[in-house]
C-alpha cells in the first residue's frame, strides 16, 4: 500500500500544475510552501517505505502531515480568492486518497 499511496502522491504533484502557475503570479511565498509540501508527501513516503518500526511510521505520519498542509494551502489560496475553487478539485481528492492510506498504515 506505501507504494501505491508513493504513487498517487506523484499524481498530486502533477494535479498542482496550474494552481502553482496561478499562485506563483499571485503568491510566490504560499506557492513555495505548498511545493515543499507536495514533495514532503513524496519524500517522506519513499523513505518511510525503506524504514522498520517506528522509524517508518514516523515518516508516514509526516507524509500524513504534509498532505494535509497541501490541501490546507490549496484552501487557504481560495480563501484568498487566488484560486478558483474547482481548480483544486482534483488535487484536494489525491490529498484525501492519500491521507486514507496513510491513515491505514499508521493505525
Not at 502553482?20 to 513524496?42: E, F, G, I, N, Y
Not at 519513499?46 to 517506528?54: A, M, T, V
Not at 475553487?85 to 496513510?102: F, G, I, W
Amino acid at each position: 500500500m506505501a507504494l501505491q499511496a508513493f504513487e498517487i502522491s506523484l499524481e498530486l504533484i502533477r494535479s498542482l500544475e496550474q494552481p502553482l502557475a496561478t499562485l506563483d503570479r499571485r503568491d510566490t511565498d504560499l506557492a513555495k510552501q505548498l511545493r515543499r509540501a507536495a514533495a514532503s508527501v513524496s519524500l517522506n513516503l519513499s523513505e518511510g517505505n525503506r524504514r522498520h518500526g517506528k522509524d517508518r511510521i514516523h515518516l508516514w505520519r509526516v507524509a500524513a502531515g504534509s498532505a494535509d498542509e497541501v490541501a490546507a494551502s490549496l484552501r487557504v489560496a481560495e480563501a484568498f480568492g487566488y484560486l478558483q475553487a474547482a481548480s483544486s478539485v482534483q488535487s484536494l481528492a489525491l490529498c484525501d486518497r492519500v491521507l486514507a492510506m496513510l491513515w491505514r498504515l499508521t493505525h
